[in-house]
């Protein structure tokens, strides 16, 4: 019996899991993308491209896992999310599409090169623009009626700004993969791109944190209704910190090359999982702030999880295919790490 109850939760964290995976891992090449147009030359595109020419791919298998995860687990707000937010969600894949097509064609086009930059970089802004207008449309709550339906319930300035926020957090994880794995100017401009970024990042979380506390009343009580309320001070106090040593660490990285045009490898490489670091608070906090719910205000994981038979089949294809996802994941990542090199076989 106690299996049987525990089983809904353990999906709901497996979903967070698979999400925090994705948003990690394609929110940097996402960033590349969106950065594309602030990179002027073609060696810098081909650079950027080649930074993550080994990954993008992989990266979006965790969106795959986790949409698996929703429909197999949680079918009655897969369905409720799919008709509600339809028209983000074909936005967010075809952008993806042209994203994926537009990195392999640029490789191979001469003349129409200009036109797949445009593609990568315009695919990668409108997928990780519907990323964020999603995720505002399910913080601020949305109601599933048939009035919803045909209207545009997950269009409102909150989720237009979130929209906007995670295209500036995605841009954030770029700018610090870059500085790790780059040299010279480009690492230069990605430093000091990520320094400007994280000053909007942070001011983004802070009035979408206030928006929810002050909008949303039984999210506010849970942040300040009891004792547990000192261990959750831990996490915008944790995000702060994080945020100082980034903003310090891109900065070492700047005054260190225009002084010796030798860094610190620490430097180049910490920024990064700072930045990590930065989005697991924030999504920590996300998940205190909306538990248990899937689709707030009414749908929680327990009332939409799938029949307990389902969800006990279900799992030994997780305990098979979860190690070997992030196996091969880690193993590429470790065949491929150090710095990104200008020739054309690789690096």
Known sequence: MELQLSLPLFYFLLLGFAILMYVLLDGFDLGIGILYPWFNSDAEHDHLMRSISHVWDGNETWLVFGGVILFGAFPLAYASLASLLYLPIMLMLIGLIF??????????????????????????????????????????????????????????????????????????????????????????????????????????????????????????????GGWHSLLLMLLPLLAVLAARLLFRDLGRVQRQFAATANINPRHESRPFWLAAALFLLAFAGLVVGLFPYLLPPQLSFGQAAAPDSSLRFMLPGIVIFLPLILAYTLWGYHIFRGKVEDFEEGY
């Open 99 to 224: 994203r994926g097509v537009a990195f392999e064609y640029r490789f191979k086009s001469l003349r129409s090169k200009i036109w797949w930059n445009r593609a990568f970089a315009m695919g990668s802004s409108v997928a990780a623009f519907c990323q964020g207008l999603m995720l505002g449309a399910v913080v601020q709550g949305i109601e599933y009626s048939s009035q919803s339906l045909a209207g545009l319930p997950w269009l409102s300035p909150f989720s237009v700004f979130t929209g906007l926020a995670v295209m500036a957090g995605y841009a954030l994880l770029g700018c610090t993969y870059l500085t790790m794995k780059s040299r010279g100017d480009i690492q230069q401009k990605a430093a000091r791109y990520g320094q400007r970024l994280l000053l909007f990042v942070m001011l983004a979380m802070l009035l979408v944190s206030l928006w929810t506390l002050f909008t949303q009343p039984a999210v506010r009580g849970r942040w300040f």
